[in-house]
Nanobody, 115 residues
Framework: QVQLVESGGGSVQPGGSLRLSCAASGSIFSIGVTGWYRQAPGKQRELVASITGGGDINYADSAKGRFTISRDNAKITVYLQMNSLKPEDTAVYHC?????????WGQGTQVTVSS
């Protein structure tokens, strides 16, 4: 059973930074795709960034130039470094891992950007 645990959310002012972490229960990231999604109140969940087992990376247009997804295989953790945060980045951020047609989700971590 794949388990994902997110951490690193919090409240920051516009222009600030946060680093989210997604820790897995086992060495799963070498297969499939791992992504960070977010869902703001009243909005649909959207993909922010993803990284494949082979290291291919994809960003949503809203994340390009500000967010960086990375992976530490030794720590079995995927990170999302978020810089230059904006109020519109406020959302619950979820880690997702997709492999063999199945989706696994973490519980989510709240990110609030406000002055």
């Amino acid at each position: 059973q794949v388990q994902l645990v997110e951490s690193g959310g919090g409240s920051v002012q516009p222009g600030g930074s946060l680093r989210l972490s997604c820790a897995a229960s086992g060495s799963i990231f070498s297969i499939g795709v791992t992504g960070w999604y977010r869902q703001a109140p009243g909005k649909q969940r959207e993909l922010v960034a993803s990284i494949t087992g082979g290291g291919d990376i994809n960003y949503a247009d809203s994340a390009k130039g500000r967010f960086t997804i990375s992976r530490d295989n030794a720590k079995i953790t995927v990170y999302l470094q978020m810089n230059s945060l904006k109020p519109e980045d406020t959302a619950v951020y979820h880690c997702n891992h997709r492999r063999y047609g199945r989706d696994y989700w973490g519980q989510g971590t709240q990110v609030t950007v406000s002055s």
